[in-house]
């Protein structure tokens, strides 16, 4: 019998058993039962469906469609129409008097001290999502010294209207900065503790941030005032540490690790920034500043190591001008390694949801046992 009459026997669910093979290798579940399979049709042998993965970011959505495609195929169907999509899942407890209900996950980028480079991150790992096609934000919390607006080359002042301030869109990310009104008013960045508190609530609570996949928050180096702010003002999805190789920033980096882990804030994982020079003659990497700093945080706190991003001139550059090097040399090793970053850190961001949605699940199914059990006790029954 010919591949076409088999075509026309495959049953939905023929269809559905083999994709419950492919398995999610970050969320450790089949697609399936984890909702990723939408509009299933069977017309006349042809079957055609939506692969909805967990962030246009996912790291491995090349390795899922091919072994999607392969399920399909094993089952004797030639005939496929198959559209991979994203959607982003929530990887924080939005409760009914939210303050910002539309943004999806808040993902915090911290460092123990200041120099490693830890505004560069952040604004590169909102480009990296923005390109992907994610909706993004970034807000520069880095009150005394902001250096989002220069980073990103933004020219547009923010707007308001309506009472809420209006983030400027700078190459598809929505940025708000205290650096935008310094360049208005040439006012110094002097700040005590209560404004600082005050003006980063401001900007979570007061802009226009509207419906959000990811919104970035570039922390001041320490341990201050403003991420105990942002962790008792609003609930987030977790805190990025970034640090260099050297011990001396490791150690600082742990004070910061250990004080969202008494804030009861997730960490999404630790990225080493200026890891290794690559040698532009030989492309031996070159390990400045030592080894494996970010890897030993990893290992104490038993945290995911998301990546190094190499130590380069041209980042520095290109941070400078106004140009990130993900605009102005997109094919670098520089680009490409923070990339992989930002692909590490979403998939990782997604384990996060996957693992609060399980939770609230569970805890509904509690409350519907609970509830059930207290309603029978009160009609005089008991099991």
Known sequence: M?????????????????????????????????????????????????????????????????????AISNIG????DLKVTARVMEGRAIS?????????????????????????????????????????????????????????????????????????????????SMGFFYEQSQQAGIYRGPIVSGIVKQFLTDVEWGTLD???????????????TMAQTIPVTGIIIVTTPQDVAMNVAVKAVGMFSKLNVPIVGVIENMSYLQCPHCSENINIFGKGGGQKISDKFNIPFLGEIPLSPQIMEGSDKGKPILLSDPDSIQANALRRVAKVTAGRISVIAAALNSNEVQADEQKSVSTSISTAHKNGHSS
Request: with cysteine; net charge negative; hydrophobic share 40%.
């Open 2 to 70: 010919g591949g076409n009459f088999d075509n026309s026997m495959v049953t939905v669910d023929q269809v559905l058993t083999s994709l419950r093979t492919v398995v999610d290798p970050e969320l450790h579940k089949d697609i399936v039962s984890m909702g990723m399979i939408k509009d299933l049709a069977i017309t006349e042998g042809k079957v055609s469906f939506n692969l909805e993965l967990t962030t246009p970011a996912c790291p491995f959505n090349s390795d899922i469609e091919q072994d999607v495609r392969t």
């Open 77 to 80: 169907v030639e005939n496929l």
């Open 96 to 176: 009914m008097d939210e303050l910002i209900p539309d943004v999806k996950n808040i993902i915090a980028v911290a460092s123990g001290k200041g120099g490693v480079g830890k505004t560069t991150i952040a604004v590169n790992l909102a480009l990296a999502l923005a390109k992907s096609g994610a909706k993004v934000g970034l807000l520069d919390a880095d009150i005394y010294g902001p250096s989002v607006p220069l980073m990103l080359g933004a020219e547009e002042s923010p707007q308001v209207l309506k009472n809420k301030i209006q983030p400027p869109n700078v190459e598809g990310i929505k940025v708000i």
């Open 214 to 228: 990811y919104l970035i928050i570039d922390l001041p180096p320490g341990t201050g005032d403003a991420p105990l």
